[in-house]
Nanobody
Framework: QVQLVESGGGLVQAGGSLRLSCAAS????????MGWFRQAPGKEREFVAA????????YYADSVKGRFTISRDNAKNTVYLQMNSLKPEDTAVYYC???????????????????WGQGTQVTVSS
């Protein structure tokens, strides 16, 4: 399994921006489909965004489409989530996840991901 460490969370006012980063261990990062999920207090964890091995394909939850952008730098073993026009309802713990090496090219279902980070808190004030 790959080890994942998220960073970049924090407190921001509504309308503001944050960029989350997720650093991965290992030499085969380019063979992992990656994703971001989030869990708000009292709610189940939900899908946010996904990116394919090469970064050529991306997929977003309807709630963040047009505001969030997922990207990856395989040379740096890092995946990013740029979050713009943040809303109070975006407040949650955000988790980075990796699908198994050489598994699906892109994945959006939690069960497809085998490795998870510890999460980073994002709080959006109104």
């Amino acid at each position: 399994q790959v080890q994942l460490v998220e960073s970049g969370g924090g407190l921001v006012q509504a309308g503001g921006s944050l960029r989350l980063s997720c650093a991965a261990s290992g030499r085969t990062f380019s063979s992992y489909a990656m994703g971001w999920f989030r869990q708000a207090p009292g709610k189940e964890r939900e899908f946010v965004a996904a990116i394919s091995w090469s970064g050529g394909s991306t997929y977003y939850a309807d709630s963040v489409k047009g505001r969030f952008t997922i990207s990856r730098d395989n040379a740096k073993n890092t995946v990013y989530l740029q979050m713009n026009s943040l809303k109070p309802e975006d407040t949650a713990v955000y988790y980075c996840a990796a699908a198994p090496s050489l598994g699906p090219e892109i994945a959006t279902i939690q069960a497809d991901f085998g490795s998870w980070g510890q999460g980073t808190q994002v709080t959006v004030s109104s």
